[in-house]
């Protein structure tokens, strides 16, 4: 994927929940999608560490770039149905990586699979997996 074409996802976010974390897409590969947000006061509980929200906020945001990218053919979008994460670490500061995976690509769901790690020690912070339900016109 060429810097244009992520110029224009990274456009889409913008007003919308995932530009008001900071979300940055790096790779629209419909087979990988990757980004990062980085940790600032906003994004922090009162306790000092990063929101647990602001962790689902990036893996959400990464599978549902990529469901929009793996779409099949007369669908018209798609919404999330599920979704879980384990949390097993946490962050004060710097950035944090996503990274998402496609498990199943059907054509009335998906299941993804999303990591979150630390990238000054690649310490993985949540494990992420939703469904998404494939939409079509009525």
Known sequence: ???????????????????????VITNGDPARVEGYIDVREELLAPNGFLHAASIMALLDSLC?????AN???GAISFTTVELKSNFMGTARDGRVLGEAKPVHLGRTTQVWDATARREADGKVLALFRCTQMVLYAR
């Not at 990274?10 to 995932?18: E, H, R």
């Open 1 to 23: 994927m060429n810097t244009s074409d992520l110029d224009a996802i990274n456009a889409v976010s913008a007003g919308k929940l995932p530009g008001l974390v900071g979300l």
């Open 64 to 68: 549902g770039y990529g469901a929009m």
């Open 71 to 73: 779409l099949p053919e």
